[in-house]
């Protein structure tokens, strides 16, 4: 299917004049359409205060294509629009983000423009590095301090307990630390990281440490609030930014505001917690061990989320001085039957970040439609599963993967390219340009599989790879993927890293990631150009990210298949080749050598 041709308009410089307007502006928006479809008019129709009006676009001419702009006013914080398409032979068809329809369809998947402050800059242009802590690496200290009674103590190199059936998943204990994280901070610049992001760091009797039982302290098993310092210092001293990871939505059972609450009703915390009066508690998903905050308290608010002393606002102060946080359980914050305070304290967390560091990051985790929690006055963005990890998973997915779908009941799907595309297309509609590319692309997570396991080969992983960094978004690397760890499910994928064992490691796959992060840096149109879908078939994709800087094509294979033959683009140079694709010959048309297998191609054009 060669998509060229089509009408095409999106959230990047070559489309919108200005992605983050204030309120009141007029806003140059434009979009391209090809000589041959013989339109004649081009209407953006927007909303002003919910009522629908028509802008009438102006045409220009460039080669074969015709430019329709209009001006669009900020009349609300955000606006929507779409281009109707008028033809000569007076058919109609509307140019939407979900793509371009003969019928009409319904507004949520037009384009948007808003009026909010954008996501910092670092984090729209950074790599992410996700590090569990209890399994990444032990500082020599870790040595001498004692296990806890809570936990089941486990060597570096013990097979991890993952069925969530086995009470010793949560409580086996491997000590790493976070000195062990600031001492391999080489490591992370090798992947071309730039953004180191912890989950949660504060005392919890479990691993994974969302269970916290305070947030006044960094657990002494990892080091204490010196060794947190330690490692902020660390990685700011290289120029990058650490990201902490707060759960806004429930604490552990043995939090000490939990505590006193449970124990004493006239207690203050006691409102603080969703109680009913039979002394029983809203948890989250029925775990008794984290019970639900109630945010409709306002000593809730003042001590969580609210200024500068709360929780929210004081790690982000020296010395820790985290740049921003990772919100776990984004999407049942604040919602309780018919309570709905969800976008309150998504506001109230970044209104704290921002006033105490201006280019502070808040994002989201949410693993299916987090669209209607990303307004723009909250979260920045989401953890970007449905709109990208599910996508690439079903179309890279081995046939005897043994993978565990995150988030069904039933095993990861195979979808053809056409079929994922599609979703994507969606997908970034209903998100809007601005919060999908703020969003994180994720191949995997402590919660997920791995990418290699669900691929099943290096050649499948570095495919998903490519993705990873050349679509929309900002890359979020769980650590370990860049050196080919595999793992059946999040508990799983927690598997330690092998520091003394280099052998073990795929170094051409560490290899691609640190081509690809340097690619990143190094072509402004993977990080912030347009998306213009080339060629779509059910085992190949080709994609254009166009910049005014300069244009990028990707090409990825996930099988063995014939040459591809793409007109009207000239190749300037080849930036990265995996696998067995190789770039055949050009002269009007640009020609991806036929494959023995999955590939993918970095271009210049």
Request: aromatic residues 10%.
């Amino acid at each position: 299917m060669d998509l060229l041709r089509e009408p095409h308009h999106d959230g990047s410089p070559l489309y919108v004049d200005d992605e983050s307007p204030a309120p009141g502006d007029l806003v140059g928006i434009r979009c391209r359409t090809h000589r041959d479809d013989a339109i004649t008019e081009v209407w953006v129709r927007t909303t002003t205060d919910a009522e629908p009006i028509f802008l009438r676009a102006a045409a220009t001419e460039d080669d074969n294509h015709q430019w329709w702009q209009a001006k669009l006013p900020l009349h609300n914080p955000v606006m929507n629009y779409r281009f109707l398409l008028v033809h000569a032979d007076r058919t109609q068809r509307w140019l939407t983000g979900a793509g371009v329809f003969d019928h009409d369809v319904p507004d949520a998947f037009d384009f948007k423009l808003s009026s909010h402050d954008p996501a910092p800059d670092w984090s729209r242009d950074g790599v992410v590095y996700q590090v569990f802590p209890d399994r990444f690496a032990r500082s020599r200290a870790a040595d001498e301090r004692e296990t806890p009674t809570w936990a089941t103590p486990a060597g570096w190199d013990d097979t991890v307990v993952f069925e969530g059936s086995d009470p010793r998943t949560p409580l086996q204990f491997f000590g790493g630390d976070l000195d062990g994280i600031t001492d391999h901070l080489d490591h992370v610049a090798e992947v071309g990281a730039d953004i180191v992001y912890t989950t949660p760091v504060f005392p919890g009797e479990s691993n994974h440490r969302y269970n916290a039982s305070t947030f006044a302290s960094v657990d002494p098993l990892l080091g204490g609030d010196e060794a947190y310092a330690r490692l902020s210092d660390a990685v700011h001293e290289r120029g990058w930014r650490i990201l902490g990871d707060l759960t806004t939505n429930h604490t552990g059972d043995t939090h000490e505001w939990f505590t006193s609450a449970a124990g004493d009703e006239q207690d203050p915390h006691r409102s603080w917690y969703c109680f009913e009066p039979d002394g029983s508690y809203a948890t989250w998903m029925g775990h008794h061990t984290l019970p639900k905050l109630n945010h409709g308290d306002p000593a809730l608010r003042a001590a969580f989320t609210e200024g500068p002393d709360s929780v929210v606002g004081r790690w982000l102060l020296p010395p820790y001085d985290l740049d921003g946080w990772r919100i776990d359980v984004a999407n049942m914050t604040g919602r309780l039957r018919e309570v709905d305070l969800n976008h309150e304290v998504a506001r109230a967390v970044r209104r704290t970040a921002t006033a105490i560091r201006d280019d502070a990051l808040v994002l989201g985790e949410h693993n299916h439609d987090g669209s209607e929690d990303v307004p723009g006055d909250g979260w920045h963005g989401t953890m970007n599963y449905s709109g990208f990890s599910w996508p690439v998973w079903e179309w890279l997915r081995a046939d005897d993967t043994a993978a565990r779908s995150f988030g069904t009941p039933v095993p990861v799907p195979t979808r053809t390219g056409a079929q994922v595309v599609a979703s994507m297309r969606m997908w970034l509609a209903r998100y809007g340009w601005r919060t999908f590319s703020s969003s994180w692309n994720i191949l995997g997570s402590h919660d997920s599989a791995r990418i290699r396991t669900v691929t099943g080969s290096a050649a499948r992983h570095q495919v998903a790879a490519t993705l990873q960094f050349t679509l929309p978004g900002v890359p979020m690397v769980f650590a370990g993927d860049e050196i080919g760890l595999e793992g059946v499910l999040g508990e799983d994928s927690r598997r330690t890293m092998p520091w003394h064992r280099p052998e073990s490691w795929d170094r051409d796959t560490l290899a691609v990631y640190s081509a690809l992060s340097r690619l990143r840096r190094e072509h402004v149109a993977l990080r912030r150009g347009g998306l213009r879908w080339v060629h779509v078939e059910d085992d190949v994709l080709a994609f254009v990210r166009e910049h005014p800087d300069g244009d990028v094509l990707v090409v990825v294979r996930r099988s063995a298949g014939p040459a591809l033959t793409i007109t009207g683009l000239r190749a300037s140079s080849v930036l990265l080749a995996t696998g067995s694709a190789t770039l055949d010959q050009q002269d009007q048309h640009l020609v991806v050598a036929s494959a023995d297998g999955p590939g993918a191609l970095v271009i210049s054009l």
